[in-house]
């Protein structure tokens, strides 16, 4: 560290855990800290830089409309906020959009549409959302109550009512809940990151489809950190072969700038209306010009390179001496080794590789774009440091 340094403890709130690690430049998925170290960044901002650190096209797409104008309001049309929501709808077949600055205004988003669409069609009293245990959905105080994991319920109360917490994959313990609830809603994450990378069953996914459909429920997808191509698809949810009525994301959404979006189906497509919900930086031109660079490129092809990365790593990692277990989907992948978690991290750093953690797990969300000789020596790299 150069002694120039500003204490950064002396002055922001120490609400991170944080790491000795300053990084100050980068390209792709390699990165430099301020000693000019070089690093394989396997964890892109916690899925952020969705084509690594200062994209060429994203870069140019920001540059761009930064060069126009940076801030217009959402009273007026917007260019960049528009073809972004049309984009996003015709990719993912959604209706309409919402758009806010982050994954928990995504889902405070998703969470008034829900209790409005039952005020709206089934009465005051259906209000409560069904979570699942285990769970993450942001931090503000609405979210952490839809947290299904009760370290995030104390100090901050009281909470919002109408949170209820189902087993997941579980399909019963859903159904036994809406049996003694009155309820509006299903919210799950397709694969449940801070939680540990755990991913729902298909099976689970589907009987929570026909549980919705047998008692007039929404199925809301929590979509702000395995969506924008992270797991192999768009959203993660299309695999499931389910439909929804609303998806959250944000995330990888901007590449890099603070945006989220409530994606709404056909059911919630008329929910709101003027003045019942707004963001004075929501749509932001220059986040927004970002996401329609990012959103427009995940095609076919990169989504397929997703997919092979992932197959590689699975392969590489199942099995492997000291790795007890692989689990995720695509891109995010959490990896159980008989080290401590701590440990590994520690020495993955020390040899130039950035992953992150989750849980009691190693987590990694490389850049979709990764090069395939840069994951293999990452994977190296983990594979020596896991055996110990
Ligand atoms: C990160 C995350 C959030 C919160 O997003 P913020 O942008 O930090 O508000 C919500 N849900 C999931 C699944 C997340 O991974």
Redesign the pocket.
């Known amino acids: 560290m150069s002694n120039t340094k500003i204490n950064d403890k002396e002055y922001i709130a120490p609400t991170y855990a944080r790491f000795d690690l300053e990084i100050v430049s980068g390209q792709g998925s390699r990165v430099f800290d301020d000693e000019g170290k070089e690093y394989i960044d396997l964890s892109t901002g916690?899925a952020v830089n969705t084509f690594g650190v200062c994209d060429v096209e994203w870069k140019e797409a920001v540059i761009n409309q930064l060069n126009k104008f940076q801030h217009t309001s959402n009273l007026y049309y917007s260019e960049p906020c528009a073809a972004l929501a049309k984009l996003l709808c015709e990719k993912s077949g959604a209706k309409k959009v919402f758009f806010g600055n982050?994954?928990?205004?995504a889902?405070e988003c998703a969470i008034k549409i829900a209790r409005k669409w039952a005020n709206d069609t089934k009465g005051e009293a259906e209000y409560n959302i069904i979570t699942l245990k285990n769970s993450?959905?942001?931090?503000t105080v609405t979210?952490l109550k839809a947290t299904g994991q009760d370290v995030f319920h104390k100090d901050f109360g009281p909470f919002p009512d109408g949170f209820i917490y189902a087993e997941a994959n579980n399909a019963q313990s859903v159904r036994d809940l809406v049996s003694a609830n009155r309820c509006c809603a299903i919210m799950m994450?397709p694969v449940q990151?801070?939680g540990g990378v755990m991913p729902l069953t298909a099976d689970f996914v589907k009987e929570c489809e026909q549980i919705a459909k047998e008692n007039d429920l929404l199925l809301i997808f929590?979509e702000?950190?395995?969506g924008n191509g992270r797991c192999g698809t768009l959203y993660a949810y299309e695999q499931f072969d389910v439909k929804a009525d609303i998806v959250t994301t944000?995330?990888g959404l901007g590449g890099g700038l603070p945006i989220?979006a409530a994606l709404m189906f056909e059911r919630v497509e008329n929910v709101l209306g003027a003045g019942s919900h707004g963001s004075t930086f929501g749509g932001n031109p220059i986040a927004a010009a970002g996401a329609v660079s990012i959103i427009s490129r995940i095609d076919e092809k990169v989504l397929a390179g997703v997919r092979e990365r992932s197959e590689y790593i699975f392969s590489a990692l199942s099995g492997a001496d000291g790795i007890k277990s692989v689990s995720g989907m695509g891109l995010m992948i959490g990896i159980e080794t008989e080290r401590d978690v701590n440990e590994v991290l520690k020495e993955c750093m020390a040899r130039g590789i950035l992953p992150i953690k989750a849980k009691n797990k190693l987590r990694l969300l490389p850049a979709l774009n990764i090069p395939m000789q840069d994951l293999v020596r990452a994977i190296t790299i983990i594979k020596e440091v896991a055996k110990g």
């Open positions: 916690i982050s994954g928990a205004e889902n993450f959905h942001g931090r979210t994450e990151g801070e929590d702000v950190q395995t944000a995330k989220g």
